[in-house]
């Protein structure tokens, strides 16, 4: 599904649920929803934010932004995760591609990756009483930047240590 059908997909479904629940379709939402849509990936509500002021040049205050984004939640249309103590949201669906998160555990970067062996495995798993509905993986280890500034440290704590000997 390309971005477009992808766009008019949400649009209908947000459409539907506020219809059902009685809300209005705001110019605020439907951006927002734009905004998602448009997005790789899982993101901040302070990055959706910063898109939306920057990119679509539609203004919208932090409040509209995380209840809106609850209202998203709400309609199945994006998955709310915390990563490191950080609220992340990223559109429904995008799980079940089997995506793998490699999580920096000293700075929070956070890397997305596909590996088919991985996603077949987990697919294939057959649990009795348990249908799977969408599935991720989180690994946390260091990123190749913070792994290199801790070498470093670790090399000049050496070289110290070794002057005082």
């Given at each position: ?8 997909r949400s649009r209908e479904l947000m459409s ?58 709400s309609a199945g249309l994006v998955r709310k ?85």
């Amino acid at each position: 599904m390309d971005k477009a059908d992808e766009l008019r997909r949400s649009r209908e479904l947000m459409s539907e649920y506020l219809r059902l629940n009685g809300l209005r379709n705001t110019p605020e939402r439907q951006a927002l929803l734009e905004a998602v849509c448009m997005t790789e990936g899982a993101f901040m509500p302070e990055s959706l934010l910063t898109t939306m002021a920057e990119e679509k040049k539609f203004r919208v205050s932090r409040a509209t932004v995380y209840n809106n984004l609850n209202l998203l939640e709400s309609a199945g249309l994006v998955r709310k995760s915390c990563l490191n103590g950080q609220i992340r949201y990223e559109k429904a669906g995008y799980v079940n591609k089997g995506r793998i998160r490699l999580i920096c555990g000293m700075c929070g970067r956070v890397t997305e990756m596909t590996d088919d062996r991985v996603r077949r495995q987990i697919e294939d798993m057959r649990k009795t009483r348990f249908t799977m509905t969408e599935w991720s993986l989180s690994v946390y280890g260091l990123c190749s930047k913070c792994s290199t500034a801790i070498k470093r440290k670790q090399n000049k704590l050496n070289k110290i240590h070794k002057e005082k000997k």
